[in-house]
Structure formats: C-alpha cells, structure tokens
T-cell receptor, first 111, second 114 residues
Framework: SQQGEEDPQALSIQEGENATMNCSYK?????LQWYRQNSGRGLVHLIL?????REKHSGRLRVTLDTSKKSSSLLITASRAADTASYFC???????????FGTGTRLLVSP | DSGVTQTPKHLITATGQRVTLRCSPR?????VYWYQQSLDQGLQFLIQ???????AKGNILERFSAQQFPDLHSELNLSSLELGDSALYFC?????????????FGPGTRLTVL
C-alpha cells in the first residue's frame, strides 16, 4: 500500500509559471526523495532530503521538509514544457530499506 | 541515464507462462531493488538484495522470485502469470543497504500478459 499522498493529483500551468506539489506521509522517515516520470518511462531521481534537513535546492527545484507535519513540497520555478511529467515523492521509512511512493502529481506545462 | 540497465524493454506473454527480467546495477552499487508499477496499485516495492543476499521483502507474490548473482546483476522471475501481473517492473540500485542513499532506477520492463 502507498503511504504518501500527493496534492494536487494534477496541475496545469503555463510556461514560466511556478509549480508546487505537496506530499504527506504517515510514519517517521530517514529521508524523502522526489522522482520524475515521463509518461510510463523510467523514474528520474530529482532530489533527496534527509530527515534532519528542512530545505534543499537543485537548479530550479526547491524541496522543503517539515517532519513535525509529516509533509514535503517540491517547487519548480520558471517551468518549461519539458517539465511535463508525473512527479512522485518517496519516503525511506526508519528501519526499512524500501521506498514507499506517493500517488504522484501529473504536471502539464503548456507553451 | 541512471546507469541502471534493464532487459528486455517490453515483454508480451500469455497467462500461465514464466518470464525472467534482468537488471544490472550502477557500477559500484551493491543493493538492487525491484518495484512494480501498475495502474491500480501504483509503485510497490517487491524485494531488495544486497551483495547477493536478500535483505528486505515487500508485496511480492509467492509466484515471483528474485536473486542477485556474484557479478551483482539481478533477475526477477515471474511464473504462472496472470492478467493482473501486467505492469511496469523497475529495478533500482544504491550503494548501501541501510536506506540512507539515493536509489537510481532503470528504464523498466513493460510486461503485458494476454
């Protein structure tokens, strides 16, 4: 069963706008990872944030983590049509080695 | 390109058959993970191997089995296939086995059971 819930399920924006996706989870974690998937293809790792970190940046990506609220957000700034994909959060729960994936957010960026 | 390779890309087979999916991890990675992605269940962890030994098990059916060989490549065997086994099967690899580092995913094998 999936632990993470992502919000929104789908997001449609124009190029140049920012996109924010949220992820909530249920148990304590070692880290949280964000992945991108282009229409049924492989999962591309975007960023890993550890449980003792609150914010992390990578290029146009900004990830925050609030362990007290058991939530994370992914912000993509100045979006491009090439950012169109599904985005998944995945948690590595304390004491386990498996990633538990959220339900994903489908992002559509129109030119 | 994550460095994780999976073969074949596509498999079409019939119910009751058996197939083998193959994965080669990134150079230097000792852990291999298998995941299944289906429309109704989403992305589900199946099993993990570290340096040849099984380390964690998830929602893997008894009809499915896996192993990791001395050269660290892994195979996932699916037998007595059912229509519901149709899915994308991903392999991922990481350096360690404690769940503290990034898992890099391969391109997946799309299995269609007719």
């Amino acid at each position: 069963s999936q632990q993470g819930e992502e919000d929104p399920q789908a997001l449609s924006i124009q190029e140049g706008e920012n996109a924010t996706m949220n992820c909530s989870y249920k148990t304590s974690i070692n880290n949280l990872q964000w992945y991108r998937q282009n229409s049924g293809r492989g999962l591309v790792h975007l960023i890993l944030i550890r449980s003792n970190e609150r914010e992390k940046h990578s290029g146009r990506l900004r990830v925050t983590l609030d362990t007290s609220k058991k939530s994370s957000s992914l912000l993509i700034t100045a979006s491009r049509a090439a950012d169109t994909a599904s985005y998944f959060c995945a948690t590595m729960n304390t004491g386990f080695q498996k990633l538990v994936f959220g339900t994903g957010t489908r992002l559509l960026v129109s030119p | 390109d994550s460095g994780v390779t999976q073969t074949p890309k596509h498999l079409i087979t019939a119910t009751g058959q058996r197939v083998t999916l193959r994965c080669s991890p990134r150079s230097g990675d000792l852990s291999v993970y298998w995941y299944q992605q289906s429309l109704d269940q989403g992305l589900q962890f199946l099993i993990q191997y570290y340096n040849g030994e099984e380390r964690a098990k998830g929602n893997i059916l008894e009809r499915f089995s896996a192993q990791q060989f001395p050269d660290l490549h892994s195979e996932l065997n699916l037998s007595s296939l059912e229509l519901g086994d149709s899915a994308l099967y991903f392999c991922a690899s990481s350096v360690g086995n404690l769940g503290l580092d990034t898992q890099y995913f391969g391109p997946g094998t799309r299995l269609t059971v007719l």
